[in-house]
Structure formats: C-alpha cells, structure tokens
C-alpha cells in the first residue's frame, strides 16, 4: 500500500514538474514572439506617425463638429488656458461661421526634437478657398500625445482676442463708356 501511495506520489510530482515546465516553455515563447512582433496585432508606431495620427484625428473632429472630442486631445497646460464649453464655443462659431467644409491637412515635416509637425490645410468657406501652412506642437502626456493649443491651431496669425468674421459687401456698379469716352 505504501508502494502505491509512494508512486501516486512521485506522479503527481512528476505531473505538476511537467505543467510548470510547460508553462514556463510558453511564457518565454510569447516574450520571444512579442519581442520580435511577430504575434501581437498592435503594430510599432514611430513618434511620428503618431503625432500624424493625432493631428489628423484632431482636424477630422472638425469636419464632424466633435469639439468635444478635440478639447480631450489637447495638453493638461492647454485645457488650463480655456474651459471646454469656451473652446467649443470659439471652435464651431468660427469653423461654422465660416461655413467650413471639405478640409484637407497635407504633413510635411516633423521635429522629432521639439515634438511638432508641420502642415497645410486647405478648406472651402462661404467666402471661397483658403489655403495656409500651420505648425502644431505636442507633448507626450499619460503615454499619449496631446496637442498643444492655441487659437493660431484655427488660423495662423489668430490670437485669443481676434475674431473671424464673414462679411460681403455690394460692388458699386461703374459707368459704362463707348470709346469716345461717352456714357450709354
């Protein structure tokens, strides 16, 4: 009987010896195949494209009106300048108020040193095309990048007082002369 319970024993022991090696064997085989990205689906992104991605999401909120979603994408030293409802605010009276449609962002350079990227924006307004180059900065913050804000985001040389405004005004109609210089 002792035999028995003896050999049950070294069984067990054997049993729990093999499912420990196992687990240790397919720990260190994922920790291999991560390192060398070969199973994990999250692709490794540079600081650039990163910043990119942000900018981009950043102006795609614009398109949809999400100035809630942007006011979450900007610095903790940003959102203490202005309150989301004031950003919301200043955002869709100017962006609306132009009557802002088809944005297009083209990135041309980065600074991997000062963490800013480079960009040209085009858009139609009520008032016909306007195209600029703008530059946007960031800072890495709780393992994300967040935008720097300033109202020169909106337009280059905007400041927080500047205001955006839409206005036409009729053209006076001039006479019209012959080549004699008379007026039919």
């Not at 689906?41 to 909120?61: F, G, H, V, W």
């Not at 800072?139 to 720097?148: M, N, R």
């Amino acid at each position: 009987m002792k035999r028995k319970a003896n050999r049950r024993k070294r069984k067990k022991m054997v049993r729990v010896f093999l499912l420990i090696m196992f687990i240790s064997g397919m720990s260190v085989l994922s920790l291999i195949l991560l390192a060398k990205g070969i199973i994990g689906n999250r692709e490794r992104k540079s600081p650039e494209q990163i910043l990119q991605q942000t900018l981009l999401a950043y102006m795609d909120c614009i398109s949809e009106k999400k100035y809630g979603d942007m006011y979450g994408m900007l610095t903790k030293g940003s959102v203490k300048t202005i309150s989301q409802k004031d950003f919301a605010t200043r955002n869709s009276a100017i962006y609306e108020g132009i009557e802002m449609k088809n944005m297009t962002i083209d990135i041309t350079a980065y600074d991997k040193e000062n963490l800013t990227v480079k960009y040209n924006t085009s858009f139609d307004t009520v008032a016909g095309k306007v195209s600029f180059e703008n530059e946007a900065g960031f800072l890495e913050e709780d393992d994300a990048y967040k935008l720097i804000w300033n109202d020169s985001i909106i337009f280059p040389e905007l400041g927080a007082s500047d205001k955006v405004r839409v206005s036409t005004a009729q053209a006076k109609r001039g006479e019209i002369l012959d080549r004699n210089g008379r007026m039919h």
